[in-house]
């Protein structure tokens, strides 16, 4: 196949182009992928620095998202879950609080730790319980508010949300606020809630990866930078005009709304900044919340999970800011030292990775997916037609691929 015999033409190989154009080769479709950069994935990336392994950011995996599973994880990814819950500081120490299923001492922690008293706490089991144990589409067919108006529906206020939800949801969305679609975190959480959420051995890049390695050879191209894009043709930076029968662009959100001509959605940051130092401040395999607000989103011993991740014995840890910068190096060690109950000075700094266009936002109120059809014979995926996630980024390239599947 030459390059200008495919019928379709995918823009982008992260997820949700290489879900598009899995599903266009099955049905016997011929496809040219066209990515800019030198490996598939977009902004899910795993590079290499001094031998460690770093994501771009920190993110999960989640094993019981159904997208994942109608495609089918590549054989070899080995995902290496955390514990399903979260290490909450206050002033008597770290308490876990986790489902007894991943922890069995993680109940506890609901007594423990700085969660309010049993009132509050049955608010938010009930909440949870309804939005986990009851059928999803009573999720996708009610009515979509804010997630702090749809919690303080349910009674959940107080410290479960201040040192709990927000703490922990915020790593998620990429938000402080909650003001995320009612709808969407309820489906992350049962998610969450049926089936382990962990990295790949080897780093975040070998879901797609092993997806790109499905696809027949050469159907990817390398270092092809799209310019301009319209109804079956596609103009490539130093090279010229393409042409097909469709075009299916599945560029980053940003990147696409410029091709396309349409409104960029509001983008959500972070920053991940990794440390390798001699030994962990914990030995579980569970992320640690900051219940006091500060810079910190996040940080998690990234090597508890995975020990691949380091090249030699030491741990890594990565922590997360909402930004598009870290914060300066003496407060973000205090806080980590602050979190974690332990000294911070033989941390040694490895990579930070800034994602400044991490996660479209998706405010309540807002569809949980978005038209893939533009007009005949022009489509668009990716996580902004659908929900900020990689389920909602392969969803949408299937979307995308079935919709010019059905159009010939």
Known sequence: MTARDAEVVVVGAGLA??????????AGRAVRVLEASDAPGGRMRSDRVDGFTVDRGFQVLLAGYPELQRVGPPADLDLRPFVRG????????????????????????????????????????????????GPADRIRRGHDVELRTALARHGVRGAPVEHLLRPFLQGVL????????????????RSFARGPAGVPAHGMG????????????GTIEYGRRVEAVRPGAVDVADEG?????????????????????????????????????????????VIA???????????????????????DRRALVASSVLAPEPPPDRLLRAT???IWGVGTT???????????????????????????????????AGDHRDTPSSQGALVSGRRAADAYLAGR
């Open 17 to 26: 182009g290489l879900a598009a154009a899995l599903r266009l080769t099955a």
């Open 289 to 311: 919340l900051d219940t006091e607000g500060g810079p910190v989103a996040n940080s998690v011993v990234m090597t508890n999970a995975a020990p691949a991740y380091s090249p």
């Open 174 to 189: 990429l938000e402080r606020d909650l003001t995320t679609s009612s709808r969407f975190v309820e489906l992350v959480l």
């Open 86 to 133: 979260a290490l909450l500081r206050d002033a008597r120490g770290l308490h876990l609080v986790a489902d007894p299923r991943s922890a069995p001492t993680g109940a506890a922690g609901l007594v423990t730790a700085p969660l309010g008293g049993p009132v509050g706490l049955a608010a938010l089991g009930a909440y949870l319980a309804g939005v986990v144990l």
């Open 336 to 338: 980590l030292a602050r």
């Open 346 to 380: 033989g941390w040694s700094e490895v990579a930070v990775t800034r994602v400044p266009a991490a996660l479209p936002a998706l405010p309540g109120g807002s569809p949980l997916r978005k038209p893939v059809r533009l007009t005949e014979g022009l489509y668009v």
């Open 206 to 217: 070998a879901l797609p990866d092993g997806l790109a390695a499905r696809l027949p050879a």
């Open 241 to 285: 005009t393409r042409r097909a029968e469709a075009v299916i662009v599945a560029a980053d959100p940003v990147t696409a709304a410029r091709l396309l001509g349409l409104r960029a959605p509001a983008m959500h940051a972070v920053t991940t900044v990794w440390h390798a130092l001699p030994a962990p401040p914990t030995r579980r395999a």
